[in-house]
Nanobody
């Protein structure tokens, strides 16, 4: 089982990024997928998730700017981040649970300059 996150980068305030998480080794369509982020010097926090049925949830701080989606054919989850702010600077991770254990992608760095 493997998750591979990509799509991060260095952007300016107000720009957008689309993060991607590619899953392998699982029947992707039956798994809930989550996105977390870890800002510099802070703890990792959950920011968004999408259920196997396609229902999306977000923390209040990102509602209206973050959009989580999935493509079951290509076994990918996505996190669209619009109107990026400096406080969005973090390493972003995708996550799921498999056989009772958390599975994490390697993280992708998002840096927003002011």
């Amino acid at each position: 089982v493997q998750l591979q996150a990509s799509g991060g980068g260095l952007v300016q305030t107000g720009e957008s990024l689309r993060l991607s998480c590619k899953a392998s080794g699982i029947n992707f369509r039956i798994y809930d997928m989550n996105w977390y982020r870890q800002p510099p010097g802070k703890q990792r926090e959950w920011v968004a998730g999408i259920t196997s049925g396609g229902s999306a949830n977000y923390i209040d701080a990102v509602k209206g700017r973050f959009t989580v989606s999935r493509d079951n054919i290509w076994r990918r989850a996505y996190l669209q981040i619009d109107q990026l702010k400096p406080e969005d600077t973090a390493v972003y991770y995708c996550q799921t649970r498999h056989s009772g254990a958390d599975v994490w992608g390697q993280g992708t760095q998002v840096t927003v300059s002011s």
